[in-house]
């Protein structure tokens, strides 16, 4: 869940509490308000009632709001409020009143008064009102919450923004991140962290990197100097023991020349020092990598079906796309089982290479990393290349195990 989105969550789930409290018990509140003031006027109709019998001796009947009856006796009855329903005659059906009863003394003659208001009228003003305080607490609470959530987004815009800056650092661009600054202490902070950390970072890497490219061109000569030697031993009369093991430790060597030559590569590739100049089409080389394999293919007897619709051009060095097609080829070749099939795939900006192999399957997090390999003769570097030269060409590189093991490349979009 994203940050504003829980912080509305938060203010909007109290604030929609309070309005619902507020608004039952201001409902509550105004029926007493209400039923007040009806009591209070019913009173002061008892009191005209009681003043025009003292002036003028009539006694005033208005059915079904007033009712008094004259009486010799003192009426055994207290002034009361009650709720009464009394049939309607005009509207034909039954209408509730508050009811206030009293008996009153006027020279030598009692009354019993009765004087009603309809409960209706009293309850179509309590709906109103309530209505009224209803819409004024939620349009209140819909500016609050809609100036708090614009504001909110003002105070995360820049946020975000140095949140997507941070998403698309690369340690291989030459440069330090941009960060925007901030007002708010807080987000300040952070940016000097996070400015403080990747410039140690950056430095890190940059001494690493140094002492990789370093390490590898300084290890290419020893090692080719020790190849030659053991090479002309060789050529000499010695005994038997002692050439299987000059051949292992020559084996041993190419292996590790190879390896040194793969780390070079990767360096290279780091450090864009290929030029992109020349528009490649992958499926001529996908046709002269398989012609370069025949003689692995034909040892394993697989079954190779090439799929074209339509050329995948991109612009590259000649040597990076021999480089990324013979390691996905040969990674097909390699990892697969006699009689095995290799299925390509190719069209504009797509191309798939799926091959059988062991039904244990690396994951697409691991495969491309350094030294992971399930082939114990291969150093692990060959993804990993594959992977290098697609990040710095605007391709996704993917692997999936289903019914075969298949390598996707695409242009990103």
């Known amino acids: ?193 996070v400015r403080d950390f990747t410039s140690r970072l950056k430095s890190d890497y940059l001494m690493l990197k140094e002492f990789t490219e370093n390490a590898s061109h300084e290890i290419q000569t020893p090692l080719s100097v020790a190849l030659m030697n053991l090479e002309e031993i060789l050529q000499h009369d010695i005994k038997e023991d002692v050439f299987k093991k000059v051949v292992t430790v020559i084996n041993s060597l190419k292996r590790l020349t190879k390896l040194n030559q793969s780390l070079i590569l990767l360096a290279k590739i780091d450090n864009m020092q290929f030029e992109k100049d020349t528009e490649i089409s992958l499926n001529e080389i996908i046709l002269r990598k398989k012609e370069d394999l025949s003689a692995f293919i034909d040892a394993k007897n697989l079954d190779v079906e090439i799929r074209d619709e339509g050329n995948f051009l991109i612009r590259m060095d000649v040597y990076l796309s021999e480089i990324l097609i013979g390691n996905l080829f040969t990674n097909a070749v390699d990892h697969n089982i006699t009689n095995g099939i290799i299925r390509v795939f190719i069209k504009p900006g797509f191309l798939q290479i799926c091959n059988t192999g062991e039904n244990h399957a690396l994951t697409d997090k691991n495969i491309f990393n350094r030294f992971v390999s399930g082939n114990k003769k291969s150093p692990g570097l060959g993804l990993a290349i594959v992977r290098q030269i697609c990040e710095t060409h605007n391709l996704d590189v993917h692997y999936v195990k289903d019914e075969l093991h298949c390598f996707t490349i695409r242009i990103k979009t």
């Open 1 to 193: 869940m994203k940050f504003l989105k829980k912080i509305n969550l938060n203010y909007l789930i109290p604030l929609t509490l309070v309005l619902l409290i507020v608004s039952v018990a201001g409902y509550f509140i105004l029926r007493i308000i209400i039923t007040y003031g009806a009591k209070e006027r019913l009173l002061s109709k008892e009191y005209l009632v009681e003043q025009q019998i003292k002036n003028t001796g009539e006694i005033p009947n208005l059915h079904p709001v007033i009712e008094v009856q004259k009486t010799e006796i003192k009426p055994d009855i207290n002034p009361s409020f009650k709720k009464v329903t009394i049939w309607n005659e005009m509207e034909k059906e039954d209408e509730k009143f508050i009811e206030y009863s009293s008996g009153i003394n006027i020279g030598s003659s009692w009354y019993i008064v009765k004087i009603r208001q309809s409960s209706f009228e009293n309850e179509d003003i309590l709906l109103i009102l309530a209505l009224t305080l209803f819409i004024l607490l939620l349009s209140a609470f819909m500016i609050s919450f809609l100036s708090a959530r614009r504001m909110n987004r003002t105070v995360w815009s820049g946020f975000e923004r140095n949140l997507h800056e941070i998403e698309n650092y690369s340690l291989r661009i030459n440069k330090d991140i941009s960060l925007e600054r901030s007002d708010i202490e807080e987000f300040e902070r952070l940016n000097i962290a």
